[in-house]
């Protein structure tokens, strides 16, 4: 059973930066596209960034993120970091990390499985 685990949120002020983990027991991230979403409370979820396998290669930012956040892989660790500077009260929710099987990533939430717990993250202005 494949199962991810999402690591450090938190409460931060407006302007500093946190920086998310996924990590998975029963497999490793290597190869597998991983994508980053998040929910606020009474909001949908919604996509915030995904990299694709390492075979495809390729990024994807939602534009509110876009230049603030970064995603990318840590072989070492096996993990998706999703870095997150200059953060806004806007990017407050629970953020979660899931895997799809398609190789070059998606943006459609419906294509991922294997979700995580999630880890809050709170931002003061």
């Known amino acids: 059973q494949v199962h991810l685990v999402e690591s450090g949120g938190g409460l931060v002020q407006a302007g500093d930066s946190l920086r998310l983990s996924c990590a998975a027991s029963g497999f490793t991230l290597d190869h597998w596209p991983i994508g980053w979403f998040r929910q606020a409370p009474g909001k949908e979820r919604e996509g915030v960034s995904c990299i694709a396998s390492t075979v495809d290669g390729g990024i994807w930012y939602a534009d509110y993120v876009k230049g603030r956040f970064i995603i990318s892989r840590n072989g070492a660790e096996s993990t998706v970091n999703l870095e997150m500077n200059n953060l806004k009260p806007e990017d407050k929710g629970a953020y979660y990390c899931?895997?799809?099987?398609?190789?070059?990533?998606?943006?459609?939430?419906?294509?991922?499985?294997?979700w995580g717990q999630g880890t809050q993250v709170t931002v003061s202005s």
């Open positions: 899931a895997a799809t099987r398609y190789s070059t990533g998606s943006r459609d939430l419906t294509d991922f499985g294997s």
